[in-house]
């Protein structure tokens, strides 16, 4: 059984996803690139996870094909997190599979708890100042 303050995790991280939707759209296509432009300029310590991009600045995310369909392929695992967070059991389960996954190691992309981690601190800096950096 769920507690009710997972319950309402489980309700917050869906309706946080609202603004940040997944699809074929330029504006949705978007929103994964934003993500990595964010991340790369306010946690560049981070950019040594993704192999040829190490000095990339959020121009060249941008402009990249290759963070277009990571951003993508991010934002689909998080939505696929906050739709499954009431349910732990296939919460825990998918998170497990993702950070096991050798995939990790040939597209240059981290795990799930990597992200989980960036998120955490976005979190935490959208609570300090009210906004979204």
Do not use: W
């Not at 432009?37 to 121009?59: H, Q, S």
């Not at 995310?61 to 059991?89: D, M, P």
């Not at 296939?90 to 990597?114: C, I, M, T, W």
């Amino acid at each position: 059984s769920i507690s009710p303050m997972s319950l309402d995790v489980a309700r917050l991280c869906k309706s946080s996803m609202e603004s940040a939707r997944v699809g074929t759209e330029e504006d949705k296509l978007q929103n994964g690139r934003d993500f990595y432009k964010f991340m790369f300029t306010n946690f560049p310590d981070l950019r040594v996870y993704f192999k040829g991009a190490e000095k990339f600045t959020a121009d060249d995310v941008q402009k990249s094909e290759r963070f277009e369909k990571q951003g993508q392929r991010l934002l689909l695992a998080v939505h696929i997190l906050a739709e499954t967070y009431a349910n732990q059991e296939v919460f825990k389960a998918y998170v497990r599979e993702d950070n096991e996954s050798p995939s990790h190691l040939q597209d240059g992309s981290f795990p799930l708890a990597g992200l989980l981690h960036c998120l955490h601190n976005v979190s935490r800096d959208e609570d300090q100042t009210g906004r979204r950096h």
